[in-house]
């Protein structure tokens, strides 16, 4: 045996030393910039001791004078890999050794893609658009659930209706001053938003005898634009409208400071847009009080009397608004409260409840968290995968998918309460929680708005549009978050049959807990869409209320969410509508729903899971029947409505079921906006543009209405879609016209904006007109506008390009500022929209 290796196995306590270490010790000692001792140099005694003993050495071929001791190469080879093994300072990071099978390694799991969730490091702060100002203060609230009952506020019938007075008889006590408005739109973000010193809002007291109130708002998820004093303990306040818009005001979130004890406040909140409300019917504000979370460990608490929702009648001739009064005293003085309309889950109480997950040793085993990408502003939109490890490749491939989100509507904090509820039973070690994660795969993105959710938007993102109308956009980076999810789930389903998919919602109209999901029109499955809510409304009677669920599919909701995935194929899709206000079921009529609540019905989310792919299919089989019996009571009731008699014993199944149910419009989906504000705005600035070009030229168009050039009258000018899509054949658009775009609906515009697909057409609901660039073209033709109505234009030999020369486009003069936005050129009377 040689004796470097015997002297290595021998003198297992021996310590290698590191490879990169030593050879920059040599190295730095060769060119003079490391003193070394004696016994480190590199011809000393220990160093080639070191040498000797070293694998790096031996892997060279310098194994001393005695090779001839092992006659055998390979049995040298396998010597030098059972070395090589034992050795840990050589074996590789990334591979994994059983203590029995230490020839067969194996890869390890690949690192997390993101690095804030580590204990090393404090959390990113959120991520702020650059024109807003966030104080430094840390809020926090304690989780907590009130012994008793919430019960729904009664109203008596003498609830006060405060007259609005404003700023004119009242004075400002709280203003926002650096705000993003409509006709702005989102630029740059930081953590901590806005550089520079925080200005103080709040009026400052004029001593210990002031009982002026001190507001803010400039928190994460805080909305409060300005507060107005009108009497001594009276106040009216303005909320924020969603960033970048001129709407959706409804989510509230706010503190105020210098409280006095056993003193009756009034606060009006004078616009909001809602006709309708949960106020309306008892819903009290939520109050939290931080000397209660201090002293008695007491959080968030229903408060609130002479609740009043009504019309506000000061008409400035724009949309009407409501109000919302109520009356409060507070707990202590010189307290700091806060008041929100529903208990609020910030985008730090998720990254710190995530923190909580990869740090526990068990939950991080089969819980793995990655990020599906960044918002707009730059903030992790997390995507976590919660499975059990498979015994074999089979076992994992045979397993189904379930999709869960939340929050794609930044207001609705009861979506991340039923989610967390989810997430806490999911990542448990109860054997119902074992056997869901045995059998399905979970993909579960609790935060889809995080922008949002920061600001304290209620509806919209920082692109100022609704992102639940946007699951078929093709605007990656105006809408990154819908577009990863949507190409998550189509990879998904690529792999695997994905089971369910729900995204959790808020409503601020109805009560109870229900879904909306979609009427599927194959026999086969007919009716199995409802199933999975009524096994829901068993499991949770006092919560869920079938009977408030629908599943009409209206043409204002294609670009949900549910709708979306349902045409990809998943046939239990839905939208799961928790109320802000109470239960008018059961146990819990009449009150409140409490975080605990909401949690609760995340753990009857997964049983009702268990029972729907339980093997033994009864449950199933008696849901089934029920339901065919519910609806035939609904047609029949339906037809009895309308004077008509069905014979419903015949072939009933066959009626559409569309046709016997109400819509949705009671939810609270708004109608898809247009494009995202900033291309919003181009396209007004085009529009304008034209406008003006027609005023300067009258006798133009004057002429063209009996210009023969026009083949019909009266007609929508249609799309002459051979000047736009040339690009893939070998007739280029002639040099010598203009083509002016004039969109004609507003909010179907975002599509041909974008169009990158070059198969496919532009929309027709744009219009093309043909003008010519030379003048002394123009004068040689009638005076007017032609409007291509022809599939083909004729064109000379002379027109076509040379071989592989490109056709001479029209270049934008306007930087685009995103891939995908519209780039422009610019001409001396019109603006032109052209295409890359």
């Not at 509508?577 to 008018?584: I, K, N, R, V």
């Not at 753990?603 to 029947?625: E, R």
């Not at 219009?767 to 003048?775: E, V, W």
Request: glycine share 6%; proline share 6%.
């Amino acid at each position: 045996m040689f004796p470097a290796l015997e002297t290595q196995l021998k003198q297992e306590t021996h310590r290698l030393p590191d490879p990169y270490e030593d050879f920059m010790y040599r190295h730095l000692q060769y060119y003079g910039y490391f003193k070394a001792q004696r016994g480190s140099l590199p011809n000393s005694a220990t160093n080639q001791h070191i040498q000797k003993n070293n694998p790096r050495y031996l892997l060279n071929g310098s194994l001393g004078e005695k090779d001839d001791l092992i006659p055998d190469t390979l049995q040298k080879e396998k010597l030098l890999y059972s070395h090589m093994l034992s050795s840990p300072r050589l074996r590789s990071r990334q591979l994994l050794y059983d203590e029995l099978d230490e020839v067969n390694p194996r890869l390890r799991e690949p690192r997390e893609l993101f690095s804030i969730l580590s204990t090393k490091r404090p959390l990113q702060g959120p991520r702020w658009p650059t024109e807003c100002e966030v104080i430094k203060e840390n809020i926090h609230h304690i989780e907590w659930a009130p012994p008793q009952p919430e019960y729904l506020y009664q109203p008596t019938g003498n609830e006060k209706l405060p007259e609005i007075v404003g700023e004119k008889k009242g004075t400002v006590v709280y203003q926002l001053d650096s705000v993003p408005t409509e006709g702005s739109y989102f630029t740059s973000s930081r953590v901590g938003g806005k550089r520079g010193i925080i200005k103080q809002l709040a009026v400052t007291l004029q001593g210990p005898e002031d009982n002026t109130l001190l507001f803010e708002s400039r928190f994460e998820s805080g909305n409060l634009q300005k507060a107005v004093r009108v009497d001594t303990y009276e106040y009216e306040l303005t909320l924020r409208t969603d960033l970048y818009t001129n709407k959706h005001t409804q989510w509230f979130y706010f503190r105020v400071q210098n409280t006095r004890k056993d003193t009756t406040y009034r606060f009006t909140i004078v616009n909001l847009l809602k006709p309708k409300s949960l106020y309306t019917v008892g819903m009290k504000p939520l109050l939290y009080s931080q000397f209660d979370a201090v002293t008695r460990n007491i959080g968030w608490r229903r408060e609130g009397n002479e609740i009043k929702y009504y019309k506000n009648n000061t008409d400035d001739g724009q949309q009407p608004f409501y109000c919302l009064t109520w009356t409060i005293q507070f707990p202590y003085d010189q307290d700091t409260c806060f008041f929100a309309h529903f208990y609020p889950y910030t985008y730090t109480d998720l990254q710190c409840y995530l923190l909580s997950v990869a740090n526990n040793p068990i939950q991080s085993q089969f819980c793995k968290l990655r990020t599906l990408c960044r918002s707009l502003a730059g903030n992790t939109v997390y995507l976590l995968t919660i499975t059990n490890p498979s015994q074999t490749p089979q076992e994992a491939a045979a397993k189904k998918a379930v999709v869960l989100s939340a929050r794609v509507h930044p207001g609705e904090s009861n979506g991340s309460w039923v989610m967390k509820g989810f997430l806490d039973f999911i990542l448990s070690n109860s054997p119902d929680a074992q056997l869901l994660r045995d059998i399905f795969v979970f993909k579960v993105l609790p935060m889809l708005n995080p922008d949002g959710v920061i600001v304290g938007n209620y509806r919209c993102s920082l692109a100022g549009r609704d992102l639940n109308r946007r699951y078929k956009t093709i605007l990656k980076e105006s809408f990154p978050c819908i577009w990863y999810t949507r190409n998550m789930i189509k990879r998904l389903r690529e792999e695997r049959e994905v089971l369910l998919y729900c995204d959790f919602h808020g409503h601020s109209r109805k009560n109870n807990i229900f879904l909306y999901g979609c009427n599927n029109k194959n026999h086969k499955y007919w009716l199995h869409e409802r199933v999975f809510p009524l096994m829901l409304s068993k499991n949770a009677p006092d919560k869920f209320s079938f009977h408030s669920c629908n599943f009409k599919v209206q043409k204002c909701k294609e670009g949900t969410g549910r709708v979306v995935m349902w045409r990809m194929g998943i046939l239990n899709s839905y939208t799961m509508e928790s109320t802000f206000g109470g239960s008018t079921l059961g146990s819990k009529k009449g009150t409140h729903f409490t975080t605990e609540d909401l949690k609760s019905l995340g753990y009857h989310v997964c049983d009702t899971l268990l029972d729907l792919c339980d093997p033994d299919q009864t449950k199933f089989t008696q849901c089934l029947a029920e339901l065919k019996e519910l609806l035939r009571q609904k047609i029949h009731k339906k037809f009895n409505k309308l004077g008509q008699d069905k014979d419903l014993e015949g072939s009933w199944s066959g009626i559409s079921l569309s046709d016997i149910e109400s819509s949705t419009s009671g939810s609270d989906s708004s109608l898809s906006d247009g494009l995202p504000v900033h291309l919003a705005n181009i396209a007004d600035e085009e529009r304008a543009g034209f406008a003006s070009t027609l005023q300067k030229q009258p006798t133009f168009f004057k002429n063209s209405e009996n210009s023969s050039s026009l083949p019909v009258k009266n007609e929508n000018l249609r799309l002459n879609e051979t000047n736009f899509n040339r690009r893939d054949k070998d007739t280029p658009l002639d040099s010598s016209m203009v083509t002016l775009i004039l969109p004609k609906n507003k909010e179907r515009i975002q599509t041909n904006f974008n169009r990158r697909d070059k198969d496919t057409p532009l929309d027709p609901s744009m219009t093309t007109l043909i003008l010519p660039k030379n003048k002394e073209k123009m004068q040689n033709k009638k005076p007017g506008f032609t409007v291509s109505r022809s599939p083909k234009r004729t064109m000379n030999s002379s027109q076509e390009p040379a071989p592989g020369v490109k056709p001479n486009w029209p270049r934008s003069r306007y930087p685009a500022t995103k891939r995908g936005c519209v780039a422009m050129a610019a001409y001396p009377s019109l603006h032109i929209y052209t295409y890359p």
